[in-house]
């Protein structure tokens, strides 16, 4: 089993570039065109995902602090979201509070 192990993790490294680069947006990806970094990664197992990660696509540095997220992860961190369930709720008890009242 020992024996399989450098081809698995070659393996993984190729699989793990290729995805990474079909993912990466066409403006990220640095020096050449998407299509032959794909073709690189695939025909030259080891050197091929290396110099993707490396070289082939705009990484953000990490400046030591929290990242900046530009887009929101969860409906439950979005403060908009969270504020239109708070004006249904809303509207809800003014809508009972109205029935109540023609009621009674």
Request: proline share 7%; glycine share 6%; charged share 25%.
């Amino acid at each position: 089993m020992l024996r399989y192990l450098p081809f698995l993790l070659i393996l993984a490294l190729t699989i793990y570039a290729f995805i990474d680069c079909l993912n990466t947006p066409e403006p990220e990806v640095k020096h050449l065109p998407k299509v032959i970094w794909v073709i690189i990664i695939l025909l030259f197992s080891i050197v091929g995902p290396v110099v993707w990660l490396f070289a082939g696509k705009d990484r953000v540095a990490s400046g030591g602090g929290r990242a900046r997220r530009t887009q929101w992860v969860a409906p439950d961190d979005n403060p908009e979201f969270l504020k239109s369930l708070r004006d249904e709720q809303q509207q809800k008890k003014d809508q009972e509070q109205d029935k109540d009242k023609d009621q009674g």
